[in-house]
Structures are given as C-alpha cells and as structure tokens.
C-alpha cells in the first residue's frame, strides 16, 4: 500500500523561507517521478513542482520558479520541497504526489501559512 507522509508546514512571515518533507512507503521510491501540489482555501489543487525518478530533472509553477526547490533522496525515500522568498499567496496545503500503476496517490498535507 502506497503511503505519503508530509512534515514541515508552519506559520512564517513573508520573505521567509520552509522546507517540506514527504516519506513514501509501499513503492519502491527511485523508480517514480514525485511532486509536490498545493491547495489553497476556495482553490483547485495546482501543481508546484515535480522531480523525475533520479532526480536530474525538475519542473516548477511559473508561481514559484526560482524560489522554490525540489529535491530527492532515493535512500531515505524522502522528496523535499525549499521554498525560499515565501508570499502570503503561498498560503496553502501542500500535498505530496506520486503517479503509480495508473492511480493517483497523495499524502494527508501539511499546512503553509504566509503572514504579510
């Protein structure tokens, strides 16, 4: 069973910078491309970024492109997201995706709040 746990989410000031974490369990972690999307109150869930198998390939939101960094350790099965720079429209919660056997599998979320 495919399982996705995020941590890192807290209330910063604008300018301020989190990174997140997510765990996947039940695959096996260095075969999949992962991403990060996020959701906030009375919006779609949008893509943030997502990093290929091995991780030498990355993309982003325009939104976020160049504040934003993702990243993986296939030993640690772990994917994490930097964000740097952040903006009160960051706020949101972040989800931790992975595309496996034709389903969609997310984590819980973990919550980023941005103060202006």
């Known amino acids: 069973q495919v399982h996705l746990v995020e941590s890192g989410g807290a209330f910063v000031q604008s300018g301020g910078s989190l990174r997140l974490s997510c765990e996947a369990s039940?695959?096996?972690?260095?075969?999949?491309?992962m991403g990060w999307f996020r959701q906030a109150p009375g919006k779609e869930r949008q893509l943030v970024a997502l990093?290929?198998?091995?991780?030498?390939?990355?993309n982003y939101a325009v939104s976020v492109k160049g504040r934003f960094t993702i990243s993986r350790d296939n030993v640690k099965n772990t994917v994490y997201l930097q964000m740097n720079s952040l903006k009160p429209e960051d706020t949101a919660v972040y989800y931790c995706y992975v595309g496996y056997n034709g389903i969609n599998y997310w984590g819980k979320g973990t919550l980023v709040t941005v103060s202006s």
């Open positions: 990093v290929s198998s091995v991780g030498n390939r990355t």
């Open positions: 039940g695959i096996i972690f260095g075969n999949y491309n």
